[in-house]
């Protein structure tokens, strides 16, 4: 199909009985939409997480699932609590509990993935039902026959060239009759079993899926109609941003904006497919197309900000003069799985920021600054930690080659601490770090100062 949009919603989207109708509304505006893709009603991975630490006894588990069960049961009531339907989820609901009991004697990461998926089966299958409900030619689709990754659980890697066969195979005839519903944010190994993309991948699962059919746009509908040039909880001049690059898109989310999952964007450019990011409570309040080419180009587009970083100062005088040291610091950044962000040297030390909070984690939320990784780091150099620190970005345009972007940037904080400056690697962004108590107000200043 030349004409074909697939749109994902997010948790808070999905939330209850109402929210869904919301989204059946907004699939059905538009004639495009022949894929739906869906995260778990809002609440119910966090309440799986909590289960698949295996930390709670009996009695504690059994209560986190009455939770699960009445976020599912407000949404079977209003569906009437249709007998097939009903005994799905009365499945998954057995399932989770017999998972948790496993998992309360010994979790794993594979056991993590196939405890958290039972979200976004089941908010699929209550969705495929309303819509059957309201006269859609609806069909529910498992997307581990088409989403094949690695096997890192917890934070599986698509295989891209496997994503398009499969999709080619299993999902090119179905969306021209059907709107198909499937599930974000999980996907299967080679072995068939069960792995997730990392909190937050429903936006990632759906980019994908756009690429491997060759969709003509993408639309991400969530709570808040488009990304706004910073979060409009903390600045209330904070306004939403009609149009952005794919460049600075991926900046964007990559350093703090939460709207978008930061690898969502690989896909879509990839394929040139635009992206919207819009509000299923309020669809017509319009929202934020992602292009190759925007008609604007500011220098200041927006700020971010990403909360609970870790600097790790690396020191070794074996770096003067030497070849291949930081090839050995970053082959055991690789060997643990774990990117960094920031980076600066000097003669005989590397600066280095890692993101330690819960969206820089695993599927179960746990930190992804191992001991192991910092005692293979220190042996082959002194290590320096620092935690409780804040990065924030400023994304636009041309920023190196404008006259004038630090000073304009740096006068507005000029009596706060900076740790840490990255500027001149991408033209989209200038980067730094600050205690964490001087965060909110940095981009409120900066939001003033640069945007308002």
Not at 26 to 33: E, I, K, R
Not at 297 to 308: E, G, I, S
Not at 357 to 383: H, I, M, Q, T, Y
């Amino acid at each position: 199909m030349s004409n074909l949009c697939v749109a994902k919603f997010g948790g808070s989207s999905v939330a209850n009985y109402e929210a869904m109708q919301n989204c059946a509304n907004v699939v059905l505006g538009n004639p495009a939409t022949h894929v739906v893709v869906l995260s778990a009603s809002s609440g119910v991975t966090n309440l799986l997480v909590e289960l698949a630490n295996g930390q709670l006894d009996k009695e504690g588990q059994e209560a986190v699932i009455q939770k699960i069960i009445a976020i599912q049961e407000n949404i079977l009531e209003g569906l009437g609590h249709p007998k097939e339907i009903t005994e799905e989820i009365e499945k998954h609901i057995k399932d989770i509990r017999a998972l948790a009991h496993e998992a309360s004697m010994q979790t794993n990461t594979a056991l993590v993935d196939r405890i958290i998926s039972n979200g976004e089966l089941m908010s699929t299958k209550l969705f495929t039902e309303l819509m059957k409900q309201r006269g859609v030619k609806a069909c529910w689709f498992d997307v581990r026959k088409v989403m094949r990754t690695d096997s890192v659980f917890g934070r599986a890697a698509p295989i891209i060239e496997v994503i398009r066969t499969q999709a080619g195979q299993e999902l090119a005839n179905l969306v021209k009759d059907h709107i198909v519903i499937t599930q974000g944010f999980i996907g299967a190994n080679a072995e068939g079993r069960t792995t997730t993309l990392g909190r937050g991948g429903s936006d990632y699962s759906a980019a994908l899926i756009g690429e491997a059919i060759d969709a003509s746009e993408v639309e991400i509908w969530t709570d808040v109609p488009g990304i706004y040039t910073t979060d409009p909880r903390l600045v209330s001049t904070a306004h939403p941003i009609p149009e952005l690059t794919f460049d600075e898109a991926a900046e964007m989310a990559t350093f703090g904006a939460k709207v978008l999952h930061p690898a969502t964007i690989q896909p879509a450019s990839r394929r040139n497919i635009p992206v919207f990011v819009g509000s299923s409570k309020n669809p017509a309040a319009g929202g934020t197309w992602i292009r190759t080419e925007t008609q604007s180009k500011p220098t200041f587009r927006a700020v971010a900000m990403r909360k609970d970083q870790v600097l790790l100062t690396l020191k070794s005088f074996k770096m003067a003069g030497a070849c291949g040291f930081m090839a050995t610091i970053f082959g055991i950044f690789a060997k643990h799985g774990l990117s960094v962000d920031l980076v600066t040297t000097s003669e005989v030390s590397i600066a280095i920021t890692v993101d330690n909070g819960f969206s820089g984690g695993n599927s179960d939320g746990k930190s992804s600054l191992s001991d192991a990784l910092l005692n293979d780091l220190r042996e082959v150099c002194n290590v320096t930690v620092e935690e409780g620190l804040t990065l924030i970005a400023i994304i636009g345009n041309d920023m190196s080659y404008s006259t004038g972007t630090g000073s304009k940037v740096f006068s507005a904080i000029f009596d706060v601490n900076v740790r840490m400056i990255c500027y001149g690697a991408s033209l989209h962004s200038l980067c730094f770090l600050v205690d964490a108590k001087d965060g909110d107000e940095v981009i409120k200043r900066l939001h003033v100062h640069l945007l308002d």
